[in-house]
């Protein structure tokens, strides 16, 4: 494989916005790891270096764990802190949130345990009284101006320093880890901006969650570690591996769930993902959790269990999108205003979504437990029997029924905003007030119509048989899997979050079933959806099923001029600086003859065009009339001629070929599962045409009825 | 792509002992998915019958769930049944086992439910003493007796009904999974024998488990099904992709793990995993583990999760191997013998671990649990500080340390016999048991030296700070991992057994180090061990890292004689015969001239055979002088001459090729990704040899310094 004995530094590098080879990587690594193989043998230093280099990818997952529990941990404290600071201040020590301000109170009793004196709100600060419609007011007016100044300072951040931190990050991660290069979007800077903006803008208490954004820092500190080691930053294919493993990471302390997180990577973000891929992820996510769990930002494993929020991912094209900072000024404005007055929708949504998933124990004092109690219960407090709804359930009920639509609505316009923001809590969210409200409705049709039929044969009066905190559980995950068409991940993810190991039936069939609705009105998951509107050239996993040949997509069609090739011995490096002008081609066909049109290789845009001018600068007798050999010996040729310039180094002997007969789901299957940039097509021998990624990516697209022209990218 | 027209049934079907080619699988499934999607649109009866083929997918998976579930459920109640008839009888109901008929006593409290009247040992019903040397030694008698009874009706079932139902069949199905037939393995008679020889072999008291031969029995209702959908019957691609299901479904009813089912099949059984097979398998899991818990076969959840065994797939070749009969009572005999004596070795293994994990509440009645109580203490019974061990705690460490000396060398010997068995529950069973002897170590050190450097930070005394339930779940993971290899899987399997999510993190830890550990003795797990001993043309996920070109491995290598091939347009009827009666390969390239030798299909063996008897027999003119055209057209041949014999249809337009250049890592991972049987190499558009899978095996044999001639199939 001598064309990969790169002479200068940047042969055999990508550009942005182009698909890399995996073959060629996996081939570029497999000949570094031979040499240092062969050298480990000379000396005890190689012999260590080449140790060290074995364990290089154990020691990045190390790190990555480690950076990725760390920064969760400090986003966990830092929104902690900054939520409730629109509401007040903690006097005795500024930089505590209000459950630490009154934790170091200790005239506090369990249920007074969110009221200390330690605590001011703004208004009594200010004032100093503490209860009044004007005090309320003066709450309300602040709390919205801190949702305001938080929103504008993250949007601002984002669209100065890094436009990249902005949205959930996870269908670029995915389009990313299929082998397109998107050069900064997981650089150091958008790492710094990513982290600091999210903290404002879920303290903001915008509609969106930090599991998305968590991810896409998890994959920022990969990227990070990738460039101390050689062997990743110069692979980008063994760097995608990492980044597979730094997915799994980021879901693992976005959720406290490290199998979740080897899942979620595995089933909905990655592309490739071998066994070693599976182990390193496993591994990392382990980390990753343990370093969490060492910080324990609530003081409360439990809670860092339900810390859970959101993902987005789609980008809806308003007016106001024209106007970000504005956009999300006015969101935040909305969002605030409307949220306060509810309190289901004032509270933090992982808050909301914990009380929905609870059942209502004796101890309860919330209002969703208002229940009216028979007298004469003896029963021991863990089971408790269906009893008749007060009036605090009825008023909790309507107001979830417009908190359900407030969030349905406020999350489809949230989604779009230019600043970090995550999909996966609102949908939770919205899933689990939906699946409460028809849990106390089935509850209250059990209760007082025990003899139908549907209750009848296991709803005995006085029984305990319907649990509305199980109805809210299910439909956060069937709301969820609906979303992002995840099933095992997500069943996975929401046990290792409840806990409940027993509720695994009812959840995986919420998942499939949720799966098989969504399906019903399009194939694609928001990811997925979110690729296509931004036309990467991600090649997704559906089956492709037309009876085309890659006849009819190879390049040149007929009526167009034949392809741009170079012949072996006859070309002159003036012939290839005109092909290379005249044309924009990543690559060229190496044939023996124009009458023969057999192939012999492929030569990369990049790799010609450094080769030539290095040449030009450095090798005397090269120039425009210098013959270009492909050939293993260049002929002896008179001095007075000019010198040829030798290029089988850079001309990849094994071009991937197909015939014209094949049909294109082979054709698609190869590009999927060998990671092909572009692929030569020949009959008997000779070359007719070539095939690159976008090609057959136009071509899926023509023949699902959409416009080919959406795939923007190469 | 006319060459999947078949003409006859049999062509395009394959022969026992060799490999498919998946793409061609998956082209002529495609073909027939457009054909019904086409159909579909002429009428409402072919709508319907399209409708049906799209969801009969769904519908095996329904079908697989439902008979995996119903036979795992017999299999756990007749083993029940069987397993204590070795001991006594119940004498008011003969199908009753010892807890069953003891629950139908009123009479018994809870510490005495095992002690009933109507149950009776058989001493106790043949001499109708309860006590004594006698009674003892006649019991251990017909135990032994009845161990030798139900394992040699289980040998000799096997030996003659079905020799393919003995072993776990795990190391079997991942081959076959990767795309080799094996007919029969699969087959009604396997499932039927494999089923009552399953319970016979259990109840036997052998150190051997149930859960790898479910997972076989459950590949076998699989393939039972397929056989109903000519979509799955006759594809074996597709057939391939519900077998992947129903492997995830056995191991959801062996160990009542549904999401570690689908786990297990993706990390350790299967070869191609698509999303569409992780949903369905998730499934078919689903109502697997779902038709198992409706049956509940011991009228208890929570021992169904624990009711773990085995799975073995080692054949070791002793002298005894020879005759196998023999060498199953000889160890069943051994087995018998001395496990009696032993408290830990005589009851079933499954509950041995059961008590193992087991914490020491106060309830707690096992001998394991004589710890010195301090008289002072007051505190609940859940957070019961370490103690001093009581005699009783020292004399069950000698026992248990004598039956981990006993389970090791012991399950050795029962791997290799001729009956279904599995390794997962004796693993289990030697790192629980070594797991719990290492945790009363430590628990006594850190009670008698709690000021030593290790445990002064976090052991108090007085304080509950060694657990040796956790060391011995810990160890029985550990164990199990090391064998198989399994990490994520694993995990899943363990906390989906234990209920205990809190214990992911050691459970981890040990999963990863154990298989560092292994990892270090050898790369393969017991399934690749056993795959590569039996010499099944399995090509594995390891990386291939030499430097080896495609021509170093085609055929015909230097000094052999050319390639067998066919022209287009110059070969008559007798010289192909010749060529199939000269030589033994399964398919020939098709090239435009002996001269040119440019490439235009290849066209298998059997195919050729077939269409030559066929027309031979059929169509007027062809002879032996005949001239097969492998072209488009026929030129006319004038009438005096023999009529050609066209055979474009069986010639396969698109064969896979690769330039001689091409390294062997690349080929080798076209090899496994695209699942090719074979590979033709080019040169410039000439054919130059062929690569076949079994080449590739050789290859990779011969660079690892291993017998090339072990691999024993095509």
Same mark, same amino acid.
């Given at each position: ?24 990587? #996996? ?6 790891h ?5 050298? +480990?043998?000379e +000396? ?9 280099d074995?364990?290089?990818? @154990?020691l990045?997952? *190390? ?15 830092a ?15 500024? @930089? ?20 200390c004196?330690?605590?001011? #709100?703004w ?6 009284y !503490?209860?009044?419609?004007?005090v ?20 601002s ?8 931190? /902005? %949205? ?33 803008? &879920? ?15 998890a /994959?920022?500190?990969g ?13 980008? %294919?063994k ?8 997915? =799994?990471? %980021? ?13 979620? +990577? ?16 496993f ?15 609530f003081?409360n494993?439990? *809670? ?19 106007y ?6 006015v ?6 205003v409307?949220?306060?007055p ?61 908190? *359900?639509?407030? #969030?349905?609505?406020i ?9 970090p ?19 106390i ?10 003899? @139908?039929?549907?209750?009848?044969? @296991?709803?005995?009066?006085? =029984? ?15 709301c ?20 409940? *190991? ?25 990811y ?18 037309h009876?085309?040949? $890659? ?46 049109e ?59 070929t ?6 294109m789901?082979? &054709? ?13 097509? !020949?009959r ?8 690159? #990624? ?6 899926? $697209? ?13």
């Amino acid at each position: 494989m001598d064309f990969l004995d790169e002479p200068f530094p940047d042969v055999g590098t990508y550009e942005d916005f182009h698909t890399i080879d995996w073959l060629r990587e #996996k081939s570029r690594d497999t000949d570094r790891h031979r040499k240092i193989t062969c050298k +480990s043998k000379e +000396s005890i230093w190689e012999f260590i270096k080449s140790l060290l280099d074995a364990w290089s990818g @154990w020691l990045v997952m *190390l790190l990555i764990g480690l950076l990725s529990g760390t920064l969760a941990g400090v986003i966990d404290l830092a929104v902690d802190w900054m939520t409730d600071l629109k509401e007040g201040v903690c006097l005795s020590a500024l @930089w505590y949130s209000h459950e630490q301000c009154c934790w170091t109170s200790n005239e506090t009793t369990f249920a007074d345990r969110d009221k200390c004196p330690q605590w001011q #709100k703004w208004a009594e600060l200010m004032t100093g009284y !503490t209860e009044g419609a004007g005090v309320y007011l003066l709450n309300y007016f602040l709390y919205v101006l801190w949702a305001l100044f938080f929103s504008f300072l993250a949007v601002s951040l984002v669209r100065v320093f890094a436009p990249y931190a /902005c %949205g959930s990050g996870i269908p670029e991660i995915k389009t990313i880890l299929s082998g397109f290069i998107i050069r900064g979007y997981l650089g150091k800077w958008t790492l710094l901006i990513k982290t600091v903006t999210l903290v404002l803008a &879920v303290s903001s208490g915008l509609s969106l969650g930090k599991e998305g954004p968590l991810v896409h820092v998890a /994959c920022c500190c990969g990227n990070l570690f990738c460039s101390l080691f050689s062997k990743y930053s110069k692979n980008e %294919g063994k760097r995608r591996e990492v980044l597979s493993a730094a997915a =799994a990471a %980021g879901v693992s302390v976005a959720f406290g769930a490290p199998i979740g997180g080897v899942l979620f +990577s595995l089933e909905e973000v990655s592309y490739y993902f071998p066994l070693k891929t599976l182990w390193r992820s496993f591994f990392a996510a382990l980390v990753a959790a343990f370093t969490l769990r060492s910080i324990n930002p609530f003081g409360n494993n439990r *809670l860092v269990l339900f810390y859970v929020e959101y993902h987005t991912p789609w980008y809806m094209t308003t007016r106001l999108g024209k106007y970000p900072v504005l956009e999300v000024i006015v969101v935040t404005g909305i969002t605030a205003v409307l949220a306060f007055p509810n309190p289901y929708t004032r509270r933090s949504t992982s808050e909301l979504i914990s009380e929905l998933f609870n059942d209502c124990g004796a101890l309860e004092s919330s209002q969703l437990c208002d229940y009216i109690n028979n007298p004469n219960m003896t029963r021991p407090v863990d089971d408790i029997p269906d009893r008749p709804a007060g009036p605090g359930v009825y008023s909790a009920l309507w107001q979830l029924t417009l908190a *359900l639509v407030f #969030k349905i609505v406020i999350t489809i316009f949230t989604f779009g905003m230019k600043i970090p923001s995550g999909l996966f809590i609102p949908s939770m969210a919205v899933g689990a007030i939906a699946g409460r409200i028809v849990g106390i409705a089935v509850e209250q049709m059990a209760y007082h119509h025990h003899d @139908w039929i549907i209750f009848k044969n @296991w709803c005995r009066p006085g =029984a305990d048989c319907v649990t509305p905190g199980l109805y809210a559980m299910v439909g956060a995950a069937a709301c969820l899997g609906g979303v992002t068409r995840m099933t095992v991940s997500l069943v996975v993810i929401m046990f290792e979050l409840t806990g409940g *190991l027993e509720y695994i039936v009812p959840l995986m069939a919420a998942a499939v079933t949720s799966k098989w609705v969504a399906d019903a009105f399009g194939k694609e998951g928001i990811y997925e959806a979110h690729i296509q509107l931004n036309g990467y050239p991600y090649l997704d996993q559906d089956e492709f099923t037309h009876r085309t040949l $890659a006849t009819d997509v190879m390049r040149p069609r007929r009526n167009e001029p034949p392809l741009a090739v170079l012949t072996q011995d006859s070309t002159t490096v003036e012939d290839v600086e005109t092909l290379i002008k005249d044309t924009d081609y990543n690559g060229f066909p190496v044939v023996v003859s124009r009458e023969s049109e057999r192939l012999i290789g492929f030569v990369q845009r990049r790799d010609l065009i450094l080769n030539i001018k290095n040449a030009r600068q450095k090798q005397d007798g090269v120039v425009s009339n210098s013959v270009v050999y492909f050939t293993e010996d260049a002929p002896q040729i008179p001095a007075s001629n000019p010198q040829p310039l030798k290029l089988r180094r850079i001309l990849n002997l094994s071009p991937f070929t197909v015939t014209d007969h094949t049909p294109m789901e082979t &054709v698609v299957d190869i590009f999927r599962k060998l990671g092909l940039r572009q692929c030569l097509v !020949t009959r008997s021998g000779r070359l007719l045409g070539i095939i690159t #990624k976008k090609d057959v990516l136009r071509h899926m $697209a023509h023949m699902m009825n959409q416009d080919p022209e959406s795939i923007m990218f190469n």
